[in-house]
């Protein structure tokens, strides 16, 4: 839940109907001043688990691109099957929206942002530390000209999870 609550004041996030929040922190299994007991949440890697790993991984995505990673043909597949993806793609995107509705305040982000727009200081500023090996490669791999895009994709790490 930190993660939510941390990044939300970044973007400037906007959640349109407050309950999403809530809707969010039941997911989770942390529900704000409900602790399981008097001693609150186990730490370290005991509030990760197979129900809540995934969403986790998901919530950048869900918060600042409407749930949706974006893609591109890269030319190999039939035209059918790219109408279909595409109309996939569209209603997939329209339902997210309608049921999370999370407006980022991108311009907010990037006004506030003072360091150069590298998969590199980007993965320093949010993970606060210098990227493991494995990330550095994931990193590399990023193809993205959207700098937006790669931001989400660097909250969607791992790493970031367990900063």
């Known amino acids: 839940m930190e993660k939510v609550i941390t990044t939300s004041p970044q973007f400037k996030i906007d959640y349109e109907d407050p309950k999403t929040l809530l809707f969010v922190q039941k997911l989770l299994n942390q529900i704000l001043f409900q602790p399981p007991n008097v001693a609150g949440w186990t730490g370290g890697r005991h509030?990760?688990?197979?129900?809540?790993?995934?969403?986790?991984?998901?919530?950048?995505?869900?918060?600042?691109?409407?749930?949706?990673?974006?893609?591109?043909?890269?030319?190999?597949?039939?035209?059918q099957v790219i109408e279909m993806a595409e109309q996939k793609f569209k209603e997939t995107k329209s339902k997210l929206q309608?049921?999370?509705?999370?407006?980022?305040?991108?311009?907010?982000?990037?006004?506030?942002?003072?360091?150069?727009?590298?998969?590199?200081?980007?993965?320093?500023?949010?993970?606060?530390?210098?990227?493991?090996?494995?990330?550095?490669?994931?990193?590399?791999?990023?193809?993205?000209?959207?700098?937006?895009?790669?931001?989400?994709e660097i909250l969607s790490l791992p790493e970031y999870q367990m900063c």
């Open 47 to 79: 509030w990760i688990d197979n129900s809540t790993l995934m969403l986790r991984l998901k919530l950048p995505s869900i918060a600042l691109n409407s749930g949706l990673i974006e893609w591109y043909d890269k030319g190999d597949m039939p035209e």
């Open 98 to 152: 309608k049921k999370f509705r999370a407006v980022p305040d991108w311009n907010f982000f990037w006004k506030h942002w003072s360091g150069n727009k590298s998969a590199e200081n980007f993965a320093l500023y949010f993970l606060q530390r210098t990227p493991s090996d494995q990330a550095k490669k994931l990193m590399s791999k990023m193809s993205s000209e959207d700098k937006q895009d790669l931001v989400v």
